[in-house]
């Protein structure tokens, strides 16, 4: 097993004295500019916690699950650029705000990423969203890619790459390359992310500087079947078969 020692902290509200608060294991901190991860707040905690445990039924995996995605969706869209907008309020105010700016899409790399999907709608009315199908080798660890379909004008979007999990990096370095392939620009990809490992997160924000990941926590290394650890199992086999 490769690792890095797990950091632990403090959690709960403000106000209670640390003395009262129970030590949880927060994420990994990476020193990349391109790497972010959510806050690691009481909520965002007790939700990894529910899908990381075994005992949790499909059932509730998939509940917390979309919790945790939505919270990423949000944030991925926040790396969105906007601009000025001033409206007038229904007092006759007006109010200096913003508005998105630009066309986006979703890609899933299926199968786990696809339980992304419905997050990323439930924040983008009607958005369209690319599939690519990569299956990483049991035996090697090694990607494969099988599919791919894709919008025709991708290379004019912001691309909301979708994999919760991010183990060797293999996949999703493989599913960059095809976005490259069809002329998307690196800097408007983002990859969100649930558990991502140090060394498959790092090896990929140091190969492509310029895209950003979101993630929701960074794990202690990979087992020697490259799963993640703690981590959560396989992703796909728990939300869509188990
Ligand atoms: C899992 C997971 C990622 C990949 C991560 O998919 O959903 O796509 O492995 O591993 P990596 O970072 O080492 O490439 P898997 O190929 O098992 O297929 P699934 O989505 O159908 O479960
Ligand atoms: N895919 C998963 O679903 N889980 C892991 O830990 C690694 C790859």
């Known amino acids: 097993?490769?690792?890095?020692?797990?950091?632990?902290?403090?959690?709960?509200?403000?106000?209670?004295?640390?003395?009262q608060k129970p030590t949880a294991t927060v994420s990994t901190q990476i020193s990349y500019d391109n790497v972010h991860?959510?806050?690691?707040?009481?909520?965002?905690?007790?939700l990894l916690t529910m899908?990381?445990?075994?005992?949790?039924?499909?059932?509730?995996?998939?509940?917390?699950?979309?919790?945790?995605?939505?919270l990423l969706v949000e944030e991925g869209l926040n790396h969105l650029p906007v601009i000025g907008h001033t409206i007038t309020t229904p007092v006759g105010q007006s109010y200096a705000g913003v508005k998105f700016q630009g066309k986006i899409c979703g890609v899933s790399i299926m199968r786990a990423g696809e339980a992304m999907e419905q997050g990323l709608r439930d924040c983008c009315r009607s958005v369209r969203i690319g599939k690519i199908l990569i299956q990483r080798d049991e035996d090697t660890s090694k990607p494969k890619l099988f599919y791919e379909k894709l919008p025709e004008d991708i290379s004019e979007r912001w691309v909301l790459l979708l994999?919760?999990?991010?183990?060797?990096?293999?996949?999703?370095?493989?599913?960059?390359?095809?976005?490259?392939?069809?002329?998307?620009?690196?800097d408007r990809i983002l990859f969100l992310?649930?558990?991502?490992?140090p060394e498959g997160v790092t090896g990929f924000a140091k190969r492509f500087p310029r895209?950003?990941?979101?993630?929701?926590?960074?794990?202690?290394?990979l087992d020697e079947k490259n799963y993640i650890v703690p981590g959560l199992g396989d992703f796909g086999d728990r939300f869509y078969t188990l």
Not at 2 to 16: C, E, K, L, S, W
Request: charge should be positive; proline fraction near 7%; charged fraction near 20%.
């Open 51 to 70: 899908i990381r445990d075994k005992n949790t039924a499909r059932a509730d995996f998939i509940f917390y699950s979309n919790r945790i995605i939505r």
């Open 163 to 186: 994999d919760p999990m991010f183990a060797t990096g293999g996949s999703a370095t493989m599913a960059v390359d095809v976005l490259k392939s069809k002329r998307v620009p690196e």
């Open 37 to 46: 991860i959510l806050p690691q707040t009481s909520q965002l905690l007790a």
């Open 1 to 19: 097993t490769t690792g890095t020692i797990a950091p632990a902290h403090r959690v709960g509200p403000d106000y209670r004295p640390d003395a």
């Open 211 to 221: 895209l950003r990941v979101v993630t929701a926590f960074v794990d202690q290394g």
């Open 193 to 197: 992310n649930i558990i991502a490992s």
